[in-house]
């Protein structure tokens, strides 16, 4: 897919479509380039419109408040996944869309997403599209017991998963996931969880940060090590995973893959975002460019930053109720506390995040 290759230089508008975190994040890197940022959200006082010029509170199916908006910004980029892409289709007539929605529509359903993967030659968990209880029943006679059931599509933090074990009935399983289009993966027993974030520019560019292990607690994310304690060429093999990747999807911006160690050390992708991610928000604090930097500089069209750690990291997050330990987070010497200007502290919800600095090659085991 042809990439606009034009450049936007700092005193622009970058428009953000949604508002959370990702977003607000993104817009406080844009400022520090000099840019102004623009939100596209269907909420009220979202945590990016909190930090950003302007925002335009309107549903993501609303085409009249996405026209005003595209034309109102000199590039769109989008911090969340879940979104229709016909919508990105008309801004894109517009308005550069970077990363291409082309990247999205590859990315926000899981089979498309698997078949991606697996059409580079990169593996995966061995899947099955299913599409009722019967077809479900078939997919566990091939891929065996355990195995995870998922909504190919709004699926994220583990919501719309389901565990089905030796005795598990699969209608139930079905019913439990909410129906629509499925996916059977067959379970990992994984080593580890690591992810790889890699940004690429308008030119082909490509620079990645560290590999970093993942710790998730009921299926989100609570903490990441930077770097992953891996061996150096499992790491190499990380990167070169995501950067193929990135360059098969032409992508402009990041791109976030997740990864599992399966026994024996060989990596299996889990998942792409084609946005910035939560376990790269260590670099921030630890990275000459941190990864809302590098967004900033490939949705523009500028050269990528450096990338390199300075500080080894484990980023903590802060979820629900945690919040409330923002006193102690504070007076921590070495840590970088973070928070989501969220109103409401429900539980699970990310309110916040702790980044703790540790000397370089300090953290490996
Ligand atoms: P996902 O929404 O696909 O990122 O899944 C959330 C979490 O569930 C992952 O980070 C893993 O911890 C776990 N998980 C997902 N898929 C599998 C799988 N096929 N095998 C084992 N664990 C999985």
Redesign the pocket.
């Known amino acids: 897919m042809a990439q606009d290759d034009r450049i936007i230089a700092p005193g622009g508008t970058i428009g953000i479509v949604g508002g959370g975190q990702l977003g607000r994040m993104t817009a406080l890197a844009a400022a520090s380039l000099g840019y102004r940022c623009h939100i596209f959200c269907p909420e009220n006082d979202s945590p990016a419109a909190q930090v950003a010029a302007e925002a335009t509170v309107a549903p993501y199916e609303d085409t009249g408040a996405l026209d005003r908006f595209a034309a109102s910004v000199d590039v769109v980029t989008y911090e969340f996944e879940n979104l229709p892409t016909p919508s990105f289709a008309r801004m894109g007539a517009l308005v550069p869309v970077r990363p291409h929605w082309r990247c999205l529509e590859t990315t926000q359903d899981r089979v498309t997403e698997k078949d991606f993967v697996n059409a580079q030659g990169i593996p995966t968990?061995p899947y099955r599209a299913v599409d009722g209880p019967q077809a479900l029943a078939r997919a566990l006679e091939e891929l065996g017991r355990p195995a995870?059931l998922?909504t190919t599509r709004l699926?994220?933090?583990?919501k719309g998963?389901v565990a089905i074990r030796d005795g598990d009935d699969p209608a139930e399983a079905w019913e439990r996931m909410g129906g629509g289009a499925g996916i059977l993966?067959?379970?990992?027993a994984?080593e580890r969880?690591i992810s790889a974030i890699v940004a690429r520019g308008i030119d082909g560019t490509m620079a990645n940060f560290d590999i970093v292990w993942?710790e998730?607690r009921d299926?989100i994310l609570a903490a990441t090590h930077a770097p992953a304690p891996i061996p150096a060429a499992q790491a190499r093999e990380a990167m070169e995973i995501s950067r193929r990747l990135a360059e098969a999807l032409d992508l402009v911006g990041l791109l976030a893959v997740?990864m599992?160690v399966a026994p024996g050390g060989r990596l299996l992708v889990?998942?792409l975002a084609a946005r910035p991610h939560n376990s790269g928000h260590w670099t921030i604090d630890a990275c000459v460019s941190s990864q809302f930097e590098q967004l900033v500089r490939a949705v523009a069209g500028l050269p990528l930053g450096d990338p390199g750690r300075h500080s080894d990291a484990v980023m903590e997050n802060l979820l629900g109720d945690a919040i409330d330990a923002w006193p102690a987070l504070l007076a921590e010497p070495g840590t970088k506390l973070h928070l989501y200007g969220k109103a409401q502290a429900r539980p699970g919800r990310k309110m916040g995040h702790a980044t703790r600095l540790y000397p370089l090659d300090s953290t490996i085991a």
Do not use: L, M
Request: cysteine-free; charged content about 30%.
């Open positions: 968990a995870i998922k699926g994220y933090d583990g998963q993966e067959g379970f990992v994984f969880e993942n998730h299926h997740e599992f889990n998942e």
